[in-house]
């Protein structure tokens, strides 16, 4: 009878409810600590809801399917599944509706396991009393729900990729060979990033610049990549396929089409400082390009050191040189932007006990990588700073800023161990007679040929590996030798060990402006302060806003053939909506209840985004740019403002099922549980 | 007589604390389970009149969380809830409810376990205030 007078109703006004509520069990995740069986029953006397089951796995094939056959079976015209959080199987649920023939929207999740049973396990009763109320919650709100369309933007078959390190340039390869027009933007003003100052890389011991170099040469010679040095990322607007950037370029005062290269400018120019892609080990002039192999070989003027003698001009044949030249902002249409802005080395000032910065013979592993170097500052020849003579004793200490809460940095850095170790055997190489120390607390040589190459080290060079995290590294004031003081952990014995050298591995770090980069882009951050990926195993790529992507050491410590294949799986990804050519957009934007409205402009003052202008003394919402806040929404005194899919009602009607059983009368004749 | 246990409601946005509160979950970080979560896109969405409706609903708390200032996924939506959670604590006490039962905070994707603590605080500090004058008329 209640089904056939609730039918009745339904063709007078708006179809009737008919809910679908579904509890999953998450195999023992939901189960073991919810009485889901309970909460199923509790489901099915709600109003409206035809059907309530629980099932081991809702996100499975199987638990889908139930969903699917119920919805023809019952007529259903809302789902609510009650299991794991919404940002993980959300769309899982959506696409079950669709292919079911239901709008995705008619669809609201229950958190009852990140949000219940992983955070109330020893409270079974209390978690289950929550999980009932969430799933009234979510019943609630799901009888509001309406269908929505997703409109289809356009994408831009562009790409920006923000970071010129050897990720970036892999990333901008890749999208440039599948046809995608690709602006390559780095900051300093050459390409190569971190993997151009490294001497030798492990295991295979390629020197880095040989195999790094020719990348930078394909990048600037593509024709779908447009370089742009000395720049940086200023504005961000947007969304997935329709991102407008703003870089400012900076003045090099030396114009790129004019200038060949030919490094005299540099010769004749007076002014030396200190190179910074030398670690400040060597000299450069004011007039430089970082490194001979640069990518775009252009000078570049540092404004700050130039004292303007006009020493470069006089020799400059092509009339390169132009003190006159501003910077330029440019304006770039792209449809997906990749993230590849790498990572900034451990100050290891911050570990004070090892002395970095205040004894001469302790420096870190990037410094070790320029003095080992053919075009470093002492041609390759490893020489103490103290005295210019060769050590013939090195230290090794692993961990600097890694694995350390002390400092802040619990995390893994990944590479310091097989650097070190790589290091350590480029010397032993050049001299056997020398002794080499690694100080470690756990060797983790994990990839392909690592293991191997460790071994190696320690049985066929002979490099000795001490277990032990030295606690002070003390300076000889005189010999300025170095005394380590280490316990070894497998001796258990207090080691005192003198050397001439000290290299500390200095641990990974999120790049400096990363806060800025978060800010323009509106990433996240996970707790070690690299930017966060959507999710760790599935979408390791992928950022939570549509359309941006991350390559290489900015998600995280990563060494070489992992940032490539990174930097490659984010090129795939970015390329999925350019090769699609339109995407799906959320409809989560403001409309406006025209009946309500008073033409009051609150809300147009509301917006940041100036999304809202008024037509005839009426609000109107320009939805292809609209973002979804809510904040108009909020604003409105009359309910006139309202968010697709997050409408007043809606949340009214969850505040309401949150402090309230249900009074009305539930319950209908094909109700079911089941066991 | 059992001990109170307060009925929290709690507003949450999407891309920082609700997440933080997911962060909360896989680190299985436990807290006492008074509160029910609604999520909304932005804490920009939430109408002053949610909280007044929770209140009168006879919560006996409200939580808002966002992200932390700078951290907008809509750049500046938690400085407009902010705003709009000042305005409140001072009109609550005109409807007899002590502004503290009134809570924002900022908490990050990452900061699960301040996820955690919070909850544990807010809860700890309702109880301690007791049902809400208004929670209890609500409960007849």
């Known amino acids: 009878m209640a089904e056939k007078k609730a039918e009745r109703k339904a063709e007078e006004k708006e179809e009737e409810p008919r809910i679908g509520v579904y509890v999953c069990h998450c195999g023992v995740n939901i189960a073991g ?70 709008n995705p929207f008619l669809f609201e999740q229950a958190n009852i396991r990140e949000h219940n049973s992983w955070v109330h396990m020893k409270q079974p009763k209390e978690a289950t009393e929550k999980a009932k109320d969430l799933t009234r919650m979510a019943v609630a709100r799901a009888r509001r729900l309406e269908p929505q369309q997703k409109p ?56 880095s610049a040989c195999i790094l170099t ?32 703003k870089i400012r370029k900076r003045a090099k005062q030396v114009l790129e089409d004019k200038c060949t290269g030919c490094g005299l400018c540099a010769e004749a120019c007076p002014v030396e400082v200190p190179n910074e892609f030398d670690q400040g080990l060597g000299v450069r002039k004011a007039i430089y390009v970082p ?60 570990k004070p006990e090892y002395g970095y910065g205040r004894y001469e013979n302790v420096i870190t592993g990037l410094e070790f990588e320029r003095l080992v170097n053919a075009s470093g500052p002492t041609g390759g020849k490893l020489l103490r700073p103290s005295d210019g003579k060769e050590p013939h004793r090195i230290g090794f200490i692993l961990c600097v800023g890694s694995r350390d809460a002390k400092v802040g940095n619990p995390y893994c850095s990944r590479v310091c161990c097989m650097y070190s170790i790589k290091n350590a055997r480029l010397y032993k190489e050049k001299h056997p007679e020398a002794e080499v120390y690694i100080f470690y607390m756990d060797i983790r040589a994990y990839g392909k040929g690592y293991e191997e190459f460790y071994r190696q080290a320690q049985e066929e060079y002979g490099i000795k590996f001490i277990r032990g995290r030295p606690g002070e590294v003390v300076e000889d004031p005189k010999t300025k030798n170095l005394l380590v003081r280490v316990e070894d952990t497998l001796l258990g014995l207090p080691l005192e060990i003198e050397l001439d050298l000290v290299v500390l591995a200095a641990g990974m770090e999120p790049a400096r402006d990363s806060e800025k980069i978060q800010r323009l882009l509106r990433l996240s951050r996970s707790a070690d302060g690299f930017f966060a990926e959507a999710h760790p195993k599935l979408r390791p790529v992928d950022t939570l806003t549509d359309g941006i992507y991350l390559a290489g050491t900015c998600q995280g410590p990563k060494d070489i053939p992992d940032t490539v294949s990174q930097a490659s799986a ?106 | 007589m059992a001990e109170f246990e307060p009925k929290i409601v709690a507003f949450m946005c999407n891309w920082c604390s609700y997440a933080g509160g997911d962060l909360a979950g896989t680190s299985r970080l436990q807290y006492p389970p008074n509160a029910r979560i609604i999520r909304l896109m932005c804490t920009a969405r939430l109408d002053p009149a949610f909280v007044l409706k929770a209140f009168a609903e006879g919560a006996d708390g409200v939580l808002v969380a966002g992200c932390h200032i700078g951290d907008c996924h809509y750049v500046s939506g938690n400085l407009k809830a902010e705003k709009r959670v000042k305005m409140l604590k001072k009109l609550l006490p ?47």
């Open chain 1, 291 to 350: 490194f001979p192999q640069a990518v775009p070989l252009v000078y570049t003027i540092d404004d700050e050191a130039c004292l303007g003698c006009g020493m470069c001009e006089a020799v400059c044949g092509p009339e390169a040189i132009d003190y006159e030249q501003k910077d330029e902002v440019l304006e770039l249409k792209v449809g997906t932007i990749i993230v590849a802005t790498g990572f900034d080395q451990f100050d290891a000032r911050r």
């Open chain 1, 570 to 675: 984010a090129a795939a990804r970015a390329a999925i909506p350019m090769a699609m050519g339109e995407v799906e957009t959320e409809p989560i934007v403001a409309f406006v209840r025209k009946e309500l409205c008073i033409g009051c402009r609150i809300c147009e003052r509301t917006c940041d985004f100036g999304v809202i202008t008024m037509v005839d003394r009426k609000a109107h919402v320009n939805e292809a740019i609209c973002k979804g806040c809510g904040a108009c929404a909020a604003a409105c005194p009359t309910g006139a403002m309202q968010i697709r899919h997050f409408t007043d009602e809606q949340i009214y009607a969850m505040i309401e099922a949150a402090l309230r059983e249900e009074t009305e009368e539930g319950g209908r004749e094909e109700v079911k549980a089941e066991a």
């Open chain 1, 214 to 245: 020719p990348k930078m040469v394909d990048a600037a010679r593509h024709e779908n990549i447009e370089i742009i040095t000395y720049a940086e990322v200023e504005e961000v607007d947007g969304y997935i396929g329709n991102f407008t950037v």
């Open chain 1, 33 to 102: 600590v919810v009485d889901v069986k309970e909460v199923a029953k509790y489901a099915s006397k709600l109003k409206n809801v035809v059907v309530a089951r629980d099932y081991k796995y809702m996100c499975a094939d199987p638990g889908q399917q139930l969903i699917k056959d119920d919805i023809k079976e019952h007529k259903l015209n809302r789902i609510v599944v009650a299991a794991c959080s919404p940002r993980m199987h959300e769309p899982t649920f959506r696409r079950a509706l669709e292919e079911a023939g239901l």
């Open chain 1, 152 to 207: 289809k933007v356009k994408v831009e078959r562009a790409a920006l990729v923000i970071g010129g390190g050897v990720a970036g340039i892999q990333s901008a390869l890749d999208l440039a060979d599948m046809g995608f027009k690709v602006y390559l933007v780095e900051k300093s003003p050459s390409l190569g990033g971190k993997m151009a100052q490294l001497d030798k890389t492990f295991p295979t011991m390629d020197c």
């Open chain 2, 94 to 140: 005109e409807l007899g409810i002590e502004p503290e039962r009134l809570m924002l905070r900022w908490i990050s994707a990452a900061e699960g376990e301040r996820f955690a603590n919070t909850m544990k605080e807010f809860i700890a500090l309702v109880k301690k205030l007791g049902p809400s004058p208004l929670s209890v008329s609500a409960r007849g």
